[in-house]
């Protein structure tokens, strides 16, 4: 198995008596009219019982009668929200139902889960609503088919081929994600090239988002801020300007709308990077971010399209804190957005490190809505050959108490609207998915798409449930090994931690590729680049000082949040390193000093990998091969650079603490020098 076919097997299910039991409630599909959408619920829950129940099963137009099988309706339930779905026996039928077409789709392939789950059908009462409208995919992908962060091959989409001819991959990823409740994508690098802009292109996104359409899933563009300055059309010459309150300007980008709207009337809107790692915007013109995506918005017009516009800045400055820099650029500006502009804030302050305090923009912009941007792609978790799974680490965020409306206020309720009242509301994953036969690169990565589509949809659901589905219907359905490997994956974020960034340290991996540790580096084109400013160990200690005596990020966040993190005896070890810089000699509440604790957890981190590759050995008889061997290839890799970083680490902080290597672990064979080394030959030094 290749693995191509992701969690959408549809491999006959192999106790008969299962396969008949259900068989007994798929006798036929009825479904009436001609929705492309409803199409698609239809054959998409044929295919997937006949593979499964090993016999065929009809779509007829009307069940008229007839039981023992499964009806597809469109109506008016007030217990869906739109997109919701309801599974209900009604009669001798299962009856998925819901307020729109969509919302079908969604019911027939939690139906279709059901049964690859081995879970009963019988008396069935399910309802589901999304708690979250915009549930997106973001892909970084360039028009020469590179992938920014893609370590799966190279881009899925076919610019050159397209419009006139289309991969037939492009429908089996609309399926995936689907599948998930993945109802948006946009297909281009937020560092945007304008190309995207001309007709040309416009015609090529547009034959993708025709594909998309009867899967429920709408096309977004990424956006060059100074496009007008660059794009000609016939007719339409570039502009000298990209000012948002030049009326010429104005003008430019309200015809591009009707120029896409024109060839994709469904289009979804704009996702803008602007004044942001050298990106243009509108502070180029003396503006503000509110003026920029204010501009695009109004440029919308009475088109459902929405700008996402993402609050990942921050400027370079010797005694700024990175932390604090989207919160003071963006706080200001709330209130002053158009109602089509939702802002999209990473998870965590700096950038997608191992493991973020949560943001302090979610519950400071009431008057914002404000997307989640998690990324799925590993760049700082390994790439393709660590195994992370990484639904614990978006819960963990999505599950912090902001506090801001008193106990209870999770970023999760910020995102799903419930906590401000927002109307628009989103969740972003930038995506893992390329070019490589099984999507993903590393085969365990595809939890990591599978996980991000079920949060978007509903982010209660358990991080083990997730991961149980996903290995039930991607990896085995023996359910010991189902219970390993949902193990193996639920430690596997931890471990990475413990071996890389323990304890709260954050950007000492490999300069620009962000590969590999590289702790060391003092010397970088930005101060905010060098990764001493991250961890500053000296002679007295390590971590980076956030609170009133440092940079006082943590101000930003509310007293009771303050309170969990501002002294360093009582904050969490997850975060310490995040907010205090500790004397390497402090007694940390595991009993152990700073030094020591530090140690036990790259050494157990690394030791930990072992563990993982013994686990996963275990599972061959239940696995495919192809898939076996893939995933242990990768463990092998894993292993020997988990002893990599922690070496790394162990030997460089070592210079600052000056002390030894507790027992039982032994000090690594080799030396610093011999370590560095190894980064410079990953960097082609
Ligand atoms: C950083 C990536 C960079 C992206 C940037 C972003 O290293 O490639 O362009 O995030 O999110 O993590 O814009």
Same mark, same amino acid.
Do not use: C
């Given at each position: 198995d290749d693995g191509y076919r992701l969690w959408l097997k549809y491999d006959p299910l192999p106790d008969a008596t299962q396969r008949a039991n259900y068989a007994r409630s798929a006798g036929f599909i009825a479904v009436s009219g001609n929705d492309p959408v409803l199409r698609t619920a239809a054959s998409e829950l044929q295919a997937g019982l006949q593979g499964l129940l090993g016999k065929?099963?009809?779509?007829?137009?009307?069940?008229?009668?007839?039981?023992?099988?499964?009806?597809?309706?469109?109506?008016?339930?007030?217990?869906?929200?739109?997109e919701g779905y309801r599974l209900a026996?009604?009669?001798n039928n299962l009856v998925v139902s819901a307020n729109s077409a969509s919302g079908v789709l969604y019911g027939a392939f939690a139906l279709l889960r059901q049964v690859q789950t081995g879970a009963s059908v019988a008396n069935l009462s399910v309802t589901s609503n999304p708690k979250v409208k915009l549930r997106m995919l973001n892909h970084w992908d360039n028009v020469n088919g590179t992938i920014e962060r893609g370590y799966a091959g190279s881009s899925l989409w076919k610019w050159y081929e397209l419009p006139e001819r289309i991969d037939p991959r492009y429908r089996d990823y609309a399926r995936a994600n689907a599948s998930l409740g993945i109802n948006g994508t946009v297909v281009n690098n937020v560092n945007a090239s304008p190309r995207f802009m001309t007709d040309e292109y416009i015609k090529k996104v547009a034959a993708l988002a025709d594909v998309f359409r009867p899967y429920g899933i709408r096309v977004y563009l990424s956006v060059y801020f100074p496009a007008s300055k660059v794009v000609n059309g016939p007719g339409k010459p570039a502009l000298k300007s990209a000012d948002?309150?030049?009326?010429?300007?104005?003008?430019?980008?309200?015809?591009?709308?009707?120029?896409?709207?024109?060839?994709?009337?469904?289009?979804?809107?704009?996702?803008?990077?602007a004044n942001s790692e050298g990106e243009p915007g509108p502070q180029d013109y003396g503006r503000t971010h509110a003026d920029g995506a204010n501009m695009l918005a109004e440029a919308l017009g009475t088109h459902d399209g929405v700008v996402i516009w993402r609050s990942f800045v921050y400027k370079p400055a010797e005694n700024a804190d990175r932390f604090r820099a989207a919160y003071e650029e963006f706080t200001p500006l709330d209130g002053k957005f158009h109602p089509k502009v939702i802002v999209q804030v990473k998870n965590g302050p700096i950038d997608f490190q191992v493991r973020e305090p949560f943001s302090p923009l979610f519950g400071a912009m009431p008057k914002t809505p404000l997307a989640m941007e998690f990324q799925l792609t590993q760049e700082y978790l390994g790439f393709a050959t660590h195994m992370v799974y990484e639904a614990p680490m978006f819960k963990e965020c999505l599950d912090t108490d902001t506090h801001v409306k008193g106990p209870g206020s999770t970023v999760a309720k910020v995102i799903d609207g419930s906590l401000h009242g927002y109307e628009q509301t989103a969740m972003a994953g930038v995506a893992n998915t390329g070019s490589d036969r099984n999507w993903t690169g590393h =085969?365990?990565?595809?939890?990591?798409?599978?996980? &991000?589509?079920?949060?978007? +949809?509903?982010? $209660? /659901?358990?991080?083990?449930?997730?991961?149980?589905?996903?290995?039930?219907?991607?990896?085995?359905?023996?359910?010991k090994a189902v219970q390993t490997i949902t193990d193996l994956m639920m430690r596997s974020r931890e471990i990475y931690v413990n071996y890389t960034n323990p304890l709260g340290l954050h950007h000492i991996m490999g300069y620009g590729i962000h590969y590999g540790p590289e702790p060391w580096l003092d010397k970088a084109p930005r101060p905010d680049w060098r990764h001493t400013y991250y961890h500053r160990a000296d002679s007295v200690g390590?971590?980076?000082?956030?609170?009133?005596?440092?940079?006082?990020?943590?101000?930003?966040?509310?007293?009771?949040?303050?309170?969990?993190?501002?002294?360093?005896? =009582?904050?969490?070890?997850?975060?310490?390193?995040? &907010?205090?810089?500790?004397? +390497?000699?402090? $007694? /940390?509440?595991?009993?152990?000093?700073?030094?020591d604790e530090l140690c036990v957890r790259y050494y157990t981190g690394a030791d930990s990998v072992r563990w993982m590759q013994q686990q996963w050995a275990q599972m061959k008889p239940a696995l495919d091969p192809e898939q076996f061997d893939d995933v242990a290839g990768r463990l092998?890799?894993?292993q020997k650079e988990a002893i990599w970083w922690r070496d790394a680490c162990v030997l460089y902080f070592g210079r600052f603490a000056r002390r030894p290597i507790p027992a039982p672990f032994k000090a690594p064979d080799r030396s610093l020098e011999e370590v560095k080394r190894i980064v410079d030959i990953y960097q082609l030094r």
């Open positions: 065929p099963v009809p779509v007829i137009g009307s069940a008229a009668g007839r039981t023992g099988g499964i009806v597809l309706q469109v109506g008016s339930d007030p217990a869906l929200n739109r026996s009604r009669g948002p309150l030049d009326p010429a300007v104005r003008q430019w980008w309200a015809e591009k709308v009707n120029e896409i709207y024109a060839q994709i009337p469904d289009f979804g809107g704009f996702l803008v990077k =085969t365990m990565g595809q939890a990591n798409w599978y996980a &991000f589509g079920r949060l978007a +949809w509903d982010h $209660t /659901l358990p991080s083990d449930g997730i991961a149980r589905e996903w290995v039930q219907m991607t990896l085995t359905r023996q359910p390590v971590g980076f000082n956030r609170t009133a005596t440092g940079s006082n990020a943590l101000s930003l966040y509310t007293p009771q949040v303050q309170q969990q993190w501002e002294n360093p005896q =009582t904050t969490p070890l997850p975060y310490l390193l995040w &907010f205090h810089h500790v004397p +390497w000699n402090q $007694t /940390l509440s595991t009993g152990r000093s700073l030094w092998a890799v894993q």
